[in-house]
């Protein structure tokens, strides 16, 4: 399968369209995952994942109406966005751990890091499953 020069411009378009949204979840993720951490003493592991979580729900609004252009009902989108979704909350737990407890990096270091694997992961994911053509 060859790739145009288009096509590539086009991904990469929507890619970077993808992050900006993403940089909106990422405020709310990290928002509410700063304030668990420093406000309410809650360990950072389990508030990155309340942080995810949020941020979630900003994405998937977001994505729908700027991002991935769709046929699929918000009934079949979000079910497929929530199991997306739900993989990166995992991939997240999983890195956060093994970045805070057993590499020992500062935990907003390791938030970035771990949102970086998520984003590129979650973009193709929803790209051509979550939105994706039926």
Known sequence: ?????????????????????????????????????????????????????????????????HVFDTERSHAEAGWRFALVALVGLGLTGFFMNIFINHLMLNYLVARVITSGITVIWSFFAHKLWSFGER
């Not at 900006?20 to 309410?40: E, K, P, Q, R, T």
């Not at 809650?42 to 998937?60: D, E, H, T």
Request: hydrophobic fraction near 55%; avoid cysteine; glycine fraction near 8%.
């Open 1 to 65: 399968m060859k790739v145009s020069t288009v096509q590539v411009e086009q991904l990469a378009r929507q890619f970077v369209t993808y992050f900006g949204a993403m940089l909106i979840a990422l405020a709310v993720d990290y928002g509410s995952y700063i304030s668990l951490v420093n406000a309410f003493t809650v360990p950072p592991v389990p508030a990155s994942l309340v942080g995810a979580v949020a941020g979630g729900i900003v994405a998937y609004l977001v994505n729908r109406a």
